[in-house]
């Protein structure tokens, strides 16, 4: 599983409509096959400058490789992304531990120090 976020920062001024339209239009790439658990995030931390966030996951690599290749991600980033956005920090997560089961229940293993955002 691959989680694929990004956080950045609009150019356009906060609440705007210019600033609607354009996480608006985000949302066409949840509808890239490839796509599972689409997000739209807005950033309340005071410990960074973004404002807004998007977080999606794919099965494997070549998921998210078809994601990157597909004909509509290409599109919002060339018209949408390159345009409007002012800064942003791309972050892709693969899983350190594998799920273990305990009962009938899926446990994801979270070393200590990242638990407590060490």
Same mark, same amino acid.
Do not use: C
């Given at each position: 599983?691959?989680?694929?976020?990004?956080?950045?920062?609009l150019?356009?001024?906060s609440?705007?409509?210019?600033?609607?339209?354009?996480?608006?239009?985000?949302?066409?790439?949840a509808?890239?096959?490839?796509?599972?658990?689409?997000?739209?995030?807005?950033?309340?931390?005071?410990?960074?400058?973004?404002?807004?966030?998007?977080?999606?996951?794919?099965?494997?690599? !070549?998921?998210?490789?078809?994601?990157? *290749?597909?004909?509509?991600? $290409?599109?919002?980033?060339?018209?949408?992304? +390159? &345009?409007?956005?002012?800064?942003?920090? !791309?972050?892709?997560?693969?899983?350190? *531990?594998?799920?273990?089961r $305990?009962?009938?229940?899926?446990?994801?293993? +979270? &070393?200590?120090?990242?638990?407590?955002?060490?």
């Amino acid at each position: 599983m691959i989680r694929h976020t990004v956080a950045f920062t609009l150019k356009h001024p906060s609440n705007s409509q210019q600033e609607k339209d354009f996480l608006d239009a985000a949302l066409l790439l949840a509808n890239i096959s490839s796509v599972k658990n689409f997000e739209r995030l807005k950033q309340i931390s005071p410990k960074n400058n973004f404002t807004f966030g998007f977080s999606m996951e794919f099965e494997n690599k !070549e998921g998210y490789d078809f994601y990157n *290749n597909h004909p509509d991600h $290409v599109d919002f980033v060339q018209k949408r992304w +390159i &345009p409007e956005v002012s800064s942003f920090l !791309e972050i892709d997560y693969e899983r350190l *531990n594998q799920a273990l089961r $305990v009962g009938d229940h899926k446990v994801h293993l +979270i &070393p200590m120090a990242s638990a407590n955002g060490s």
